[in-house]
């Protein structure tokens, strides 16, 4: 497809569970982020890569959290030992990337994580 | 640090009526604003943005906002809407150096009914 893919859309996890979830950016978008958006909150910024360099890692909330762009195109967040307030919306973005026209950020419609 | 505030959570209006939906910021640099709309259950899209030159911005749809330096704002409004715009809106921002990267208000629900 033409958009920014998330697999899965819906994803159930027991407590103490790891997960993985998956991000297609738009083909050739140099940027790729990730957000948490918590129910009835705007997005929070959790990292970012520019290719496979993962340059900003400051949003995400503990070192159970760790995210992967090895080919510099598709990306994994990884969350390990799940907790209940993991649970929220998963967002990813690509972009064309700095310096190469393009302010704007391309949203996938997200994994929707649940921890019981 | 960047913050922004959306003053209001849900807003009701009727078809056709006018709707204006305030969002302040704050930050110590230079920004970009932008509105996201998230229609149910689909992502965010962008709505418009203000980057440099006219304060005054405008969507597709009829949407418009206006870039306040002063008062550090950038509202959104539309003069007629649709039972189609019921959605919700989110502004943000970002640095200039670090376009990518946005901080969100926390969302507008706009409920139009006829």
């Known amino acids: 497809g033409a958009g920014v893919s998330q697999s899965p859309r819906y994803k159930v996890a027991k407590r103490g569970q790891d997960v993985a979830l998956r991000c297609d950016p738009i083909?050739?978008?140099?940027?790729l982020f990730w957000y948490q958006q918590a129910l009835g909150q705007g997005p929070e910024f959790l990292t970012y890569?520019?290719?496979?360099?993962?340059?900003?890692k400051s949003g995400l909330p503990s070192d159970r959290f760790f995210a992967e762009r090895p080919e510099g195109s598709v990306s994994t967040l990884k969350i390990q030992r799940t907790q209940q307030e993991d649970s929220a919306v998963y967002l990813c973005?690509?972009?064309?990337?700095?310096?190469?026209?393009?302010?704007?950020?391309?949203f996938g419609q997200g994994t929707r994580l649940t921890v019981v | 640090a960047q913050s922004v505030t959306q003053l209001d959570s849900q807003v009701p209006v009727f078809e056709e009526a006018p709707v204006e939906l305030r969002c302040n910021y704050s930050s110590s640099v230079s920004v970009y604003l932008f509105w996201y709309v998230q229609y149910p259950n689909q992502g965010l899209q962008l709505l418009l943005k203000y980057l440099s030159g006219s304060t005054l911005v405008e969507s597709i749809n009829g949407f418009e906002a206006e870039f306040n330096k002063s008062q550090t704002s950038f509202h959104l409004r539309k003069p007629s809407v649709h039972i189609s715009d019921t959605a919700e809106y989110f502004c943000?921002?970002?640095?200039?150096?670090?376009?990518?990267?946005?901080?969100f208000g926390a969302g507008t629900q706009v409920v139009v009914t006829p």
């Open positions: 973005a690509s972009s064309l990337g700095p310096g190469r026209g393009s302010t704007e950020a391309f």
């Open positions: 943000a921002v970002s640095d200039t150096d670090s376009w990518g990267k946005l901080q």
């Open positions: 890569f520019q290719n496979e360099a993962q340059l900003d």
């Open positions: 083909s050739g978008h140099v940027s």
